[in-house]
């Protein structure tokens, strides 16, 4: 079974540019989260798809971050324009939905240096 | 609100070493409990988890019992190797959601 696919593994753009990252969830798997990892903190859930609807959407940043999940299937997240703070570990996960304690699958993640 | 409070690191070990890392949590109902590990240039992977209390989880000789009483899920492993070098991330997902919240990891290194 491939597991969830993220691209690109690494990038570096000055502040004020904009970024994109792509995740290909595991197939079959409706629940799509992407997550913020600051060097020495915990995953934060940035965002939380269902198919291609939103579920939580309340620690993302709107002003400038968004993100689209348009089929339902592989989702992508943007940064415009980036701050020093956004750079982070950009974690894409999925899982089946419903299931009580269901596991989520983590990507390898996006290492983001703003400069 | 939810959230997991850690024991800081980092941790140093020597092969064969009894392993703890602390982990306690904040959560109004029933939350399930996990124990992810982020190998060095890998993705977070599931290490065990526990959905109820006085549940134990264990996987590869590590082992963590949800003690309710005590708001705790602490991670044990009786002898360590240094192929368990890696971050540990402890973490809840609350009840009827699917996000999870994290702790902020325990680096654990074990040395030969």
């Known amino acids: 079974e491939a597991g969830v696919a993220q691209s690109p593994r690494y990038k570096i753009i000055e502040k004020r540019q904009s970024v994109a990252f792509w995740c290909n969830p595991i197939s079959g798997h409706a629940t799509l989260y992407w997550y913020q990892q600051i060097l020495g903190q915990g995953p934060k859930l940035l965002i939380q798809f269902q198919n291609n609807g939103v579920v939580d959407d309340s620690q993302l940043p709107k002003d400038r971050f968004s993100a689209e999940r348009l089929k339902g299937v592989d989702s992508t997240l943007k940064i415009q324009p980036a701050k020093l703070e956004d750079s982070a570990v950009y974690l894409c996960a999925s899982s089946s939905p419903g299931n009580w304690g269901t596991e989520a699958f983590f990507g390898q993640g996006t290492r983001l240096t703003v400069v | ?112």
């Not at chain 2, 941790?11 to 124990?35: H, K, M, Q």
């Not at chain 2, 993705?43 to 989880?57: C, E, F, V, Y």
Request: net charge neutral; aromatic share 12%; glycine share 10%.
């Open chain 2, 1 to 112: 609100g939810n959230s997991v409070t850690q024991m800081e690191g980092p941790v140093t070990l020597s092969e064969e070493a009894f392993l703890t890392i602390n982990c306690t949590y904040t959560a109004t109902g029933y939350p399930s409990l996990f124990w992810y590990v982020q190998y060095p240039g890998e993705g977070l992977q599931l290490l065990l988890k526990a959905t109820k209390a006085d549940d134990k989880g264990s996987n590869k000789g590590f082992e963590a019992t949800y003690r309710k009483e005590t708001t705790s899920f602490h991670l044990e492993k009786g002898s360590v190797q240094v192929s368990d070098s890696a971050v540990y991330f402890c973490a809840l997902r609350k009840t009827g959601a699917n996000n999870l919240f994290f702790g902020t990891g325990t680096r654990l290194t074990v040395i030969p």
